[in-house]
């Protein structure tokens, strides 16, 4: 009788065993797989860095060339803004004797384009 139990013992120490086993195990995997995830994120984060210090390079670059830009814009505004402020003659008067000069060769250029 005494040996009947002993199995039920054996029987029972091994599958307290076998679980004990099966955790130790399940846990060294999950500690494997969480390894593996932190060091995923690790390298999305860097990846993310990488990227973020590229699109400021970037936008410091797109500034620069605004500003660059802007300045050659500004330049050729005051030179046009100069053109325009060049005098304008209006108040010129001609005497009779220049103005018969003028009509004439007004005439002579005309009658020359029309041959």
Request: hydrophobic share 35%; glycine share 4%.
């Amino acid at each position: 009788m005494f040996s009947q139990y002993k199995w039920y013992i054996y029987v029972a120490l091994f599958v307290a065993y076998s679980l004990g086993v099966w955790h130790v195990s399940s846990k060294y995997q999950e500690a494997d797989h969480l390894k593996d995830q932190v060091a995923y994120q690790e390298q999305y984060i860097k990846d993310k860095q990488t990227l973020q210090d590229k699109a400021d390079k970037a936008g410091a670059d797109l500034a620069t060339l605004q500003q660059t830009r802007a300045a050659g814009h500004t330049l050729v505004q005051k030179e046009t803004i100069h053109e325009i402020e060049k005098p304008v003659y209006r108040d010129c008067t001609t005497p009779a004797d220049g103005m018969r000069i003028l009509n004439e060769a007004i005439n002579n250029a005309n009658k020359a384009s029309s041959k």
